[in-house]
């Protein structure tokens, strides 16, 4: 059993035992990290393959934020961990790379979470990933991941926006993603249609092998009609489209809507404002997102 599927285990298994918006709750001080290692070159070359990044040149700029998805779920799983990981939905996501990252690059990866806060859905917990090249931090990320319950304790706080945390030197990070309205309106620029057994292939290249995206059986267990793709992917995609990936050097985006799966998309996008969106059938917004270089 990987180290992933071992997390996923322990977590159903702990699960039960949380309650999330327990009074006084807190997040463990822990900081996971993995070792300098090389990027492996085949786990690459089919992760970009699947997203739709060249298989050649640089770092694609969410890849490390995939290859540190297992300490991130361990972190997650652990028992200090306040908040169940069943039903934890990934909500938003900053990334900012600090240079250009090259494959042959030893990668060391840490893990670590920032930030507890009410949201008006439950609880929202901030997770930060740390790409560090011989003790140069040259990328990161910060992932919100919401708990949904109900809440006792009067309105809470609006959900993260931090539009300028991981702005990386001699850049300025992109301001908020477009709300959906806005990006209800933006050009459409491609038509994707989605195959059933796509959160197979991208769980296949990534290790996130969650039941949900999984078959249409296993994510009925969990309340969704259909397998639903990896929000990772949907990001992912909508970069490798864009001109020139390889100059991005930051990206918000917000996760709004499941895309179930199969499924036809559309990658909507304005060059003036570096706005991007997937909508789906009737023109429901899944994904909105800003780049920024």
């Not at 739709?52 to 770092?59: I, Q, R, T, Y």
């Not at 934890?88 to 030893?106: C, F, K, M, Y």
């Not at 920032?114 to 011989?134: F, M, S």
Request: charged share 20%.
């Amino acid at each position: 059993m990987t180290s992933l599927s071992a997390s996923l285990v322990r977590g159903a298994l702990s699960s039960p035992f949380k309650r999330p918006g327990r009074p006084g709750a807190t997040l463990p001080a822990d900081r996971l990290t993995r070792p300098a290692a090389p990027l492996p070159p085949g786990p690459l070359a089919a992760y970009s393959r699947v997203c739709g990044f060249a298989e050649s040149g640089l770092v694609p700029l969410t890849y490390p934020h995939v290859r540190a998805f297992p300490l991130a779920m361990r972190l997650m799983t652990g028992r200090a961990f306040p908040l169940p990981v069943v039903g934890l939905v990934h909500t938003w996501i900053e990334i900012a790379s600090r240079r250009p990252v090259r494959p042959v690059e030893p990668l060391e990866l840490t893990v670590y979470a920032d930030g507890l806060a009410p949201h008006r859905r439950g609880t929202e917990v901030t997770v930060v990933t740390e790409a560090r090249a011989g003790g140069e931090l040259v990328w990161e990320s910060r992932s919100g991941y919401l708990s949904r319950h109900g809440r006792k304790d009067g309105p809470a706080a609006p959900p993260s926006t931090q539009p300028d945390a991981l702005a990386a030197p001699g850049t300025a990070a992109p301001p908020s993603a477009p709300p959906a309205a806005v990006a209800a309106g933006l050009p459409a620029l491609a038509e994707w249609r989605l195959p059933g057994d796509l959160g197979r292939r991208y769980g296949a290249v990534s290790g996130d092998r969650n039941p949900i995206h999984l078959h249409p059986l296993t994510a009925r267990l969990f309340g969704f009609p259909r397998a639903i793709a990896h929000g990772m992917w949907t990001v992912a995609r909508c970069l490798a489209e864009a001109p020139d990936p390889a100059g991005i050097r930051s990206v918000r985006a917000e996760f709004r809507a499941p895309v179930l799966l199969p499924a036809t998309v559309t990658f909507a996008a304005d060059p003036d404002t570096a706005a991007f969106a997937l909508r789906g059938a009737e023109g429901r917004v899944h994904l909105t997102g800003v780049t920024a270089r």
